[in-house]
């Protein structure tokens, strides 16, 4: 592993762990070169996932990508960093296990919404509003009352 600060072509690794959420392994290494210590992750990667954009575009599948997309709905939100991490996991591992090579945006756009709408309904309203491309108040309006309808129908059901 090269060194972030000085570039060094090796790192000796001090300490290993799994993470948190046990989907993942934590490195703490340190450059011989400029003494300076940083962190690495390691993760099983089951397949290469190509996402399908629209106009056929491909493009391969980033989990950071979708890590920064959930940050920023959930910007100044209760949400914990880990939290997104678990969750960006969970999606990822859905992708996998799905045995598809490629996969429609679209259909993880919607992952991340049914995510979303359980961790913090104004993320959730955040990202649609990108995903669904409100132009216009009224479309905030008419997204709203179909949660409302739905939740409605929950409650009644209940």
Do not use: W
């Not at 290993?16 to 992750?41: K, L, N, Q, Y």
């Not at 296990?97 to 955040?126: H, K």
Request: with cysteine; net charge neutral; charged share 30%.
């Amino acid at each position: 592993m090269h060194c972030p600060f000085c570039g060094h072509e090796d790192s000796q690794v001090k300490d290993s762990r799994p993470a948190e959420d046990g989907s993942s392994i934590r490195r703490r290494r340190a450059c011989p070169e400029c003494a300076a210590r940083f962190t690495t992750f390691e993760r099983v990667q089951l397949r290469e996932i190509t996402v399908l954009k629209a106009g056929d575009k491909r493009q391969p599948f980033d989990r950071d990508k979708l890590i920064r997309s959930m940050q920023v709905a959930l910007r100044k939100r209760p949400v914990a960093l880990e939290q997104i991490e678990k969750t960006a996991n969970a999606i990822v591992r859905q992708l996998e296990s799905a045995g598809e090579a490629e996969m429609p945006s679209e259909q993880i756009g919607a992952l991340v919404m049914q995510a979303l709408a359980r961790m913090d309904m104004v993320g959730y309203i955040r990202y649609a509003s990108v995903y669904h491309d409100f132009s216009k108040p009224e479309d905030f309006d008419v997204f709203l009352r179909e949660i409302q309808d739905l939740s409605h129908g929950r409650q009644a059901a209940a």
